[in-house]
Every structure is written in C-alpha cells, then in structure tokens.
C-alpha cells in the first residue's frame, strides 16, 4: 500500500527566502513521486516527477525535490520564493508499472510574504 | 494543445438528486481518473479507465460510477446525491495508465449538494 504525508499544512515564507516543503512517503515497491501545485479554483499542475532515474528532481518554476530512500522523503525546494509561488502543493506517490492509482498527501498551503 | 477539459464548471444539486460530470482528456491519451477533492483535502482517487475499461477504484460506495467512450472521453456518474458529495471533482488524463505516467489534470467540477 502507498500513502504520503506532508508535514505542515501552512507554510509561511518572505519573498526571496528559501522554500521547504516536506513530504514523507510509504510504499511496499518502489515508489513513483510527483509534486503538483494548485492555485485557487484551479486543477493541479505537475510540478515535477521521480521515477527512479536521478535522484535530484527539477522541475518548473525553479523548483527541485531529492529522493531519498533511506529517508523516505522527497521534499520540494526552490531557493528564492517569489509572490507568485502562493499556492496549494500536493505530494503524490503512485506504486507499481500495473495501472495503479496516485496517492496524494493533504497538501501544504505556502504564504509568501512581501 | 488543448488540456483536460471538463463540464460544467459549477453544478448545484439538490440530495437525492443524480448528476454526470464529463471529461475529455489531452489528445492521444488513453486513459482517464476521477478524483474527489473535498476542501481543506488533497484529492481522493475514485476511478481509473485505460482503454474503456476500468483499472481501478478507489473506496467510494456504488453511488459512484463512471465509464469511458471510444474516443477515450469519460463520464462520472453519481447517484442519490449526499450532502457529504459536495467537492471539487477532478479529471486527469494520462498517456498510459501506469503508475509511472504523470497525470494531467481538468479544472474540476464544483459540485455543490444542498
């Protein structure tokens, strides 16, 4: 079974500061992860994905997460945030090549403080 | 390209009631998931489709159907509508339906029940 947690659903920056988002993953095969954002009365928008090449992910926006197996984390960094990062961020797991479903965590709402 | 579309935009319905939500994913992809994002929540999976056929289904009662067309668009069907239904329902498109493909997500469908 897959599941994920994110650890804090408000996070609270100033404009120019390091962004750090947190989310711990379970998963009983290899796991494939994905971080979406979402920005009010909108879908979700990939951010970014992990599926078991490099481990140091970039993806759009300046945005990158690093797998860490030892840790089962997969964290989201960006290391300025800008006022326009402001949005609702989603962690996803999805487990298996066998048409499985993605698992979301509860989300983390980031402030960015001018 | 066009992305994941979805109708309607906003639906308010009275419980007890039936409702269709439909979707049509990027061109050329195969297969289709409906998610159920209730607020202050991340999304829940409800279903997967690939290829007209269902994959999977998350925990969600037999109220809840759905199915896919030949040109890969779906409709997610519910019935005898609960308060508890009201969410935002999201549709996400993919180009196969392993677990390793990233999900393109619609806009959503606000459902209202009162």
């Known amino acids: 079974a897959q599941s994920v947690t994110q650890l804090g659903s408000h996070v609270s920056v100033s404009e120019g500061a390091l962004v750090l988002l947190r989310c711990n993953y379970s998963?009983?095969?290899?796991?494939?992860l994905f971080w979406y954002v979402q920005y009010p009365n909108q879908g979700l928008q990939l951010l970014l994905k992990?599926?078991?090449?490099?481990?140091l992910v970039k993806g759009i926006n300046g945005f990158e997460a690093e797998f860490k197996k030892s840790e089962t984390s997969f964290h989201l960094t960006k290391p300025s945030a800008h006022m326009s990062d402001a949005a609702e961020y989603f962690c996803a797991v999805s487990g298996s090549n066998n048409f499985n479903k993605f698992y979301f965590g509860s989300g983390t709402k980031l402030n960015v403080k001018p | 390209d066009a992305g994941v579309t979805q109708s309607p935009t906003h639906l308010i319905k009275t419980r007890g009631q039936h409702v269709t939500l439909r979707c049509s994913p990027i061109s050329g992809h195969k297969s289709v998931s409906w998610y159920q994002q209730v607020l202050g929540q991340g999304p829940q999976f409800i279903f997967q489709y690939y290829e007209k056929e269902e994959r999977g289904r998350g925990n969600f009662p037999d109220r809840f159907s759905a199915r896919q067309f030949p040109n890969y668009s779906s409709e997610l069907n519910v019935n005898a509508l609960l308060l508890g239904d009201s969410a935002l329902y999201l549709c996400?498109?993919?180009?196969?339906?392993?677990?390793?493909?990233?999900?393109?997500f619609g806009p959503g469908t606000r459902l209202t029940v009162t």
């Open positions: 996400a498109s993919s180009l196969e339906g392993q677990g390793t493909y990233e999900q393109y």
């Open positions: 998963s009983s095969v290899p796991p494939y």
């Open positions: 992990y599926t078991s090449a490099a481990t």
